[in-house]
Structure formats: C-alpha cells, structure tokens
C-alpha cells in the first residue's frame, strides 16, 4: 500500500490533469473534482441565516451558504449560535429551539420528525466536500459542535483521491447512543460511546449546525479501531428525488459507485495519518432499510437508559432541557449561563495549507 500526497497549486487547479480545477479551500467548495455522480449535482444556497443573538455571528457573506453554520436552520425550527471563530480549538456550535431557548443537539431534539413513516431527524456536522472534522460534543454541557482535537491539533480528514473531504453531508441522528458497554450481536465488537453516524447522500450541500428531515435507506457497520461504529445511508426528504429512494439497492441503481466510493473512503480516510485501514463487518457489505432501522432503535434505547441514568454513560455529558424523566435536566439560565461562558464570536482562523494536500492510493 502506498500514499503518495501532492498539493494543490496556489490557484486550485489540479496541474497532473490539465483543464480540471479543484477548489482548494473546503469552505469555498460545493463540487468536488474527480466523476461526479449522476444527476448529484451540488448546487443552490441553502437559505437565509436565523436572527443573531448576543455574542453570536451572522453567517458570513463570503461564504456559501452550504459552508455558513447554521444557514437553514431557522427553515428547520432551530437555530444556532456561534462562539469563538471557526478552525480554532475554542470553536463551539450552539443550539437552540424554536423559541430561542438553548438546547441540546444530542439529547433535545427528537430522534423522530414522524415517526408514523421512520422519518428521522439528522444534525448535520460536516457538510459536504469539507474536511474539518466538526462533531457533536459529547462530553460538554449542552454538546455544542466543535472540531476534533487528536494530539493537540485540530483535525482535518484527508483528501485521499478521488475524494475531496466528506463525500456527503455528515452528522448524527440525535437520541441515540452507541453505548461503549454493550457488544452488538452483528459486530461482536462494542459501541463507540457517540450518537449514530448518518452519511445523507441528497443533492444540497447542507450546512454545519443544519437540522434535516431524513429517511433511513440503509446502514455499513464499520469497524473503527476494534468499536462498531454504524454509518447510516440516508436522504434528505426535501430532496428532488427522494420520492424514488426506499431502499439501499436504490442508491446502488440511482447512484453507480457510490456506495463503492462510500466503503472506499471509510476504509482509507485515516491512513494518511498513519493508521492502517479499518474493518467492516459483513465483509463491507450494506445493509438495507428494514436492518438499519433496527439498529436505529437499538441505539435509541440505549440512550434512554443514559439520559435516565440506568446505564453507566462514562464522560457523555447528559445535561438536557426537555427530558422530563431525566435527572440531567437544567434550567433555562444555567444553559445561558454555560454559552455566554464560551469566547464571544470571531473571524475563522485560517486552514492550514496542508490541508489542501491530495494522497494518492496503490494497492500492493
């Protein structure tokens, strides 16, 4: 197996393939070079910022929507406010309900949009083509999103060719838990201690902090470093095409390649930093609609046990304002008081230019 990195040049254009140009800064791309996908065009802003509050940023106007945080999420019924800059470790994504009232993004908003037709809420954490790799905070108190920090430095997942950063909208079903302390039967490996991954395949670049309706297609159990770490496939139900996706050979005929470049990229996204290539159970093989909303609910019963205190959750942090049964509930003025605790909004810091770095992949 060899990576073999190369930079972009200074002006975007990827010089090995004359005429092709890649956008070179993850917060400025809303395509991603190499084949795209058929009729997955990403294209179109994605709505008009909510209200600014104290201390919070306005969506920057020299962004795209699709990389501004927040940028639909009024249409969703919340909103989000910002504290300290983008690309800085202080960095945190706040959250908060219809009425303005801070909430939480792992335990306040409902796993549910309609649960009568399995149509799931999903908190976008990375949109697509990005590499800063933003997550809910699992561990601080109303779990803003922040970016991950491994050795000091703030992490960026690679571009490891074909692929530009995330190659779909990322993020997590809220009100699920992959509980570290339980060994899931199809993996016979143990939970990664996070809400439930979702990969959301629509054609809209959506934005960080965006909270979108979707329907399950189906789900790739990976094996990350020895935990089950399960990526449901997903579509936004406000997507164009949506109506012809039920299941995951739907992807499979409306999408050629890429669930292939799916597996692809879990398998090798961490091998630039010098990690060697992750394990999927089932020999990589996808699992569809019926199968992952199973494994859906499992993870949503495991958090109910969490927010209620009848499992041991280890560092997650469970403070919550809306789960009546729950002994982590807090008040109004103490969720204000931990936001207006965090830095005060700024510019974002700049990405670092090795970001920008493609690695090239051969098998031995």
């Known amino acids: 197996m060899l990576l073999r990195p190369w930079r972009a040049g200074h002006a975007g254009k990827n010089h090995s393939k004359p005429g092709r140009t890649i956008p070179c800064r993850q917060e400025q791309s809303q395509a991603a070079p190499g084949r795209s996908l058929r009729r997955r065009v990403a294209r ?3 709505g008009s910022a909510p209200a600014r509050a104290r201390g919070a940023c306005a969506v920057s106007p020299q962004l795209p929507a699709a990389a501004s945080a927040g ?3 009024a249409m969703s019924g919340y909103g989000v406010e910002e504290r300290a800059g983008p690309h800085s470790p202080e960095y ?3 959250f908060k309900d219809a009425a303005g009232r801070y909430i939480s993004p792992f335990h306040d908003i409902p796993i549910y949009a309609d649960a009568g037709k399995n149509v ?7 949109p697509r083509w990005t590499n800063a790799k933003m997550e809910i905070s699992t561990k601080e108190p109303l779990n803003p999103i922040k970016q991950d920090v491994k050795k000091g430095k703030l ?4 571009n490891v060719f074909p692929h530009k950063g995330y190659i779909w909208n990322y993020g997590a079903i809220p009100q699920t838990w992959e509980d570290p302390g339980h060994k899931d039967e199809n993996t016979g490996c143990c939970g990664d201690n996070d809400p439930i991954d979702v990969c959301e395949i629509g054609s809209k670049v959506c934005s960080r902090g965006e909270v979108i309706k979707v329907k399950v297609l189906g789900t790739l159990a990976l094996i990350d470093e020895g935990e089950t770490d399960w990526k449901v496939i997903a579509i936004n139900v406000e997507d164009p095409e ?3 996706y039920n299941d995951i050979e739907d992807v499979r005929r409306m999408n050629p390649g890429y669930l292939e470049a799916t597996v692809d990229w879990f398998r090798r996204y961490k091998v630039p930093d010098g990690k060697p290539e992750n394990q999927f159970a089932f020999n990589g093989e996808f699992k569809g609609k019926d199968f992952a909303l199973d494994v859906i609910k499992g993870t949503h019963e495991h958090w ?3 927010i209620t205190k009848k499992t041991d959750g280890g560092g997650i ?4 304002l809306t789960v009546s049964e729950s002994p982590f509930c807090c008040s109004q003025d103490c969720a204000k008081a931990t936001v207006e605790a965090a830095p005060p909004c700024k510019a974002a810091s700049p990405i670092p230019p090795e970001v920008d770095k493609w690695f090239y992949y051969q098998k031995n």
């Open 155 to 158: 992490r960026f997942v690679a």
């Open 120 to 126: 799931f809420n999903m908190v976008v954490e990375v």
């Open 71 to 73: 940028a639909c999420a």
């Open 242 to 244: 949506a109506d012809s």
């Open 317 to 320: 942090n469970c403070t919550n």
């Open 304 to 306: 109910k046990a969490l």
């Open 44 to 46: 179109g802003r994605a």
């Open 92 to 94: 945190r994504l706040f």
